[in-house]
């Protein structure tokens, strides 16, 4: 070795890092809050140094907005059947999500959106573009081929149905897709087809002839 040699010395850089860092920094935020995230908490919990995470990251901000753009908040490829099985599979998709730690954090990140600075609300920004506005696409799009009734509003379609899923976690009401899959399948169905009501039973415009015929 030189002298103008600058490798670090000890053991190497862990490939795997970066994603051990966020999770670590994932449940620090949610058991701390913003007061007590810190790179010393994040790095206890990840079992790494600091010096890790300086080199990664310049300030606990850049970390935080780092976790939330990490986090992968498009549910599951949607069911490519009829608009009632789309739906059920999104109000599956927003159970497990309520039901995770990846929820939790969403409710903790909701709870501090004032302090958080623009990158909260850009968290929620992607939160509205990619889910609910793809979610909503597809009742648009149920009720523009007669499969839904004209007078729907996506909006609040998709809506009742996904905050049905986090009302039920909060309150203990919804049963656990992890506990009970079974029990939780069958509650998203009974609250798609409560929502929907006659147009859960409503065929398609193809299927049972042009909407509002006889």
Request: net charge negative; charged share 30%; glycine share 8%.
């Amino acid at each position: 070795m030189t002298d103008t040699d600058t490798r670090p010395k000890g053991r190497p850089r862990d490939p795997e890092i970066r994603a051990k860092v966020l999770l670590a920094a994932q449940r620090v935020y949610l058991a701390r809050g913003l007061p007590g995230f810190t790179f010393e908490a994040v790095a206890r919990e990840a079992g790494v140094g600091k010096p890790a995470l300086y080199r990664r990251w310049e300030s606990t901000d850049e970390l935080l907005d780092d976790v939330l753009r990490s986090h992968a908040l498009v549910p599951t490829e949607t069911s490519t059947g009829d608009i009632r099985a789309q739906l059920i599979d999104i109000a599956l998709a927003t159970l497990r999500l309520a039901d995770s730690e990846e929820g939790s954090f969403v409710l903790r990140v909701s709870s501090e959106r004032g302090s958080g600075g623009g990158m909260f609300e850009r968290y929620f920004e992607r939160f509205r573009s990619f889910i609910h506005s793809q979610n909503r696409a597809l009742v648009a799009a149920a009720i523009e081929r007669g499969e839904l009734s004209l007078d729907r509003d996506p909006d609040i379609i998709v809506l009742s149905i996904t905050g049905a899923m986090l009302a039920g976690t909060l309150l203990s009401l919804a049963p656990s897709p992890v506990a009970d899959p079974a029990a939780a399948e069958d509650y998203c169905r009974r609250v798609v087809d409560e929502v929907l009501g006659a147009d859960a039973r409503r065929p398609p415009a193809d299927e049972g002839g042009p909407s509002g015929t006889e």
